[in-house]
């Protein structure tokens, strides 16, 4: 559908169609957030509609997850007060309609966490049982369509459900992210004092707990950080325990969640653990920013940053960070080092400037034999890798070119080039710094 179509007019386009033009239509609208009255009235006419049955399931439940979404993402207050009102029934029809088929279909599961989700931000109190029959469907534990309904639930303090929602899942605490998610609730309950006694201090709690701590697989270390913020409401041996399985980790950001545990129960070790780790630049940045926020005396921080060459370590260090950023790889790289370092004029800052290109390499991914390898620069006006444009067998001033016109480019200095290339990023930088020849 053409960008310069509403969401209302989407909307009123999908009502006046038969069921295949109404998930076609609803397919092709852009993202968009439901913000006045009008829409919302649309989109609960839309779910009237629903379940529907076309010729092809897949974009059936498609079309579902993005009505069900919208419910949910509705910004403005008068949006939601109408699909507060209009929505609710058609919620729940919708989801003891499909329940049962979702059991076994990831994609219609996570569709159904979005009126899930809607259901909580409303407080709808028919929704904790739909929630609690979700829960018991263990294949979808680890759906990350339970994430949407949470957001709407564990920041709230004093959340309606939260209370029917203890007493349904303690007795039988679900793994997966449904499980890891209980944990957060029922941790930020037990802070502000809403709970006597927290579920996960019990036996299968700690299993759990013990579980998440030991798996290896990407969740590990968001899972492991949860665990650990919550040991001080377990008892003294669970608490040892599950800190030794966590010493004990290979992933250093488990081993990092852990310290920091320690330092919380005002364990000193904590704190050795965390200059120890600190020394690895693919750590560093977050460590020493923890320090600082808890003031810790000079001597908790690493020793690499009183050492000789600090400040190309912070700037691997400061790379590091930006490759494990969600928008770049997701974590550190396997390795790293220093390919060039120089002080020269910046154009894009229009001063001298310490500037830095670092060669970093991934295992390889997605079948592939060989690892990922690309160029990062750190020291200019921002840190970034031209991966795919930057190759390690470039000469590091055709490195700099690249990123000067990139970065020109971006900051939309007329100086830019009208085409991102070697020879253009060289003469620029040639301009103001001697080596630069084009």
Not at 225 to 245: M, P, Y
Request: aromatic residues 8%; hydrophobic residues 40%; charged residues 30%.
């Amino acid at each position: 559908m053409a960008g310069d179509v509403t969401l209302k007019q989407g909307l009123e386009r999908a009502l006046e169609s038969d069921d295949e033009g109404l998930i076609s239509t609803i397919n092709n609208i852009w993202p968009q957030e439901v913000d006045g009255a009008a829409e919302a009235e649309l989109l609960v006419q839309v779910l009237a509609r629903f379940p529907v049955s076309v010729a092809k399931r897949e974009r059936a439940v498609s079309a579902l997850d993005t009505v069900l979404e919208w419910c949910h993402a509705a910004e403005g207050r008068r949006a939601k007060r109408v699909l507060e009102r209009g929505a609710p029934a058609h919620l729940l029809r919708i989801f003891d309609a499909l329940i049962e088929d979702a059991a076994e279909d990831a994609e219609l599961f996570h569709a159904l966490m979005q009126g899930v989700a809607a259901m909580a931000l409303f407080e709808m109190q028919e929704g904790v049982s739909r929630m609690l029959r979700a829960s018991q469907i263990e294949d979808q534990w680890g759906n990350l369509g339970w994430h949407a309904v949470y957001v709407n639930v564990v920041p709230k303090k004093k959340h309606a459900w939260v209370g029917a929602l203890v007493e349904g899942l303690k007795a039988d605490i679900p793994g997966g992210m449904i499980g890891i998610l209980f944990l957060d609730l029922c941790s930020l309950q037990a802070s502000v004092k809403q709970l006597r006694e927290h579920p996960f201090n019990s036996r299968l709690g700690v299993q759990r707990m013990t579980s998440w701590l030991k798996q290896e697989n990407g969740a590990q270390v968001s899972f492991a950080e949860s665990v650990c913020l919550s040991l001080h409401f377990l008892s003294e041996s669970d608490r040892a325990q599950l800190l030794k399985i966590a010493d004990e980790s290979p992933e250093p950001h488990v081993r990092i969640a852990a310290a920091k545990a320690r330092i919380d129960l005002d364990d000193e070790s904590g704190f050795e653990t965390l200059r120890e780790i600190g020394n690895d630049p693919r750590y560093a940045l977050g460590i020493i920013r923890y320090l600082m926020e808890n003031q810790a005396p000079i001597e908790r921080f690493p020793e690499r940053l009183t050492a000789p060459g600090f400040k190309s370590f912070l700037a691997k260090a400061e790379l590091c960070e930006w490759l494990a950023h969600p928008n770049e790889f997701g974590r550190p790289p396997q390795k790293i080092r220093k390919m060039d370092s120089r002080k020269i004029y910046w154009p894009p800052s229009d001063e001298m400037r310490r500037v830095y290109l670092f060669r970093y390499e991934y295992p390889p991914r997605d079948g592939k034999k060989k690892p990922t390898i690309g160029v990062g620069m750190v020291g200019g006006a921002t840190t970034f890798s031209l991966f795919g444009e930057v190759t390690e067998d470039m000469e590091p001033e055709e490195m700099y070119a690249l990123h000067c016109a990139w970065e020109l480019e971006f900051m939309q200095d007329k100086r830019a080039p009208k085409k991102r290339t070697v020879r253009a990023g060289l003469r620029i930088l040639g301009d103001y710094n001697e080596g630069f020849d084009d």
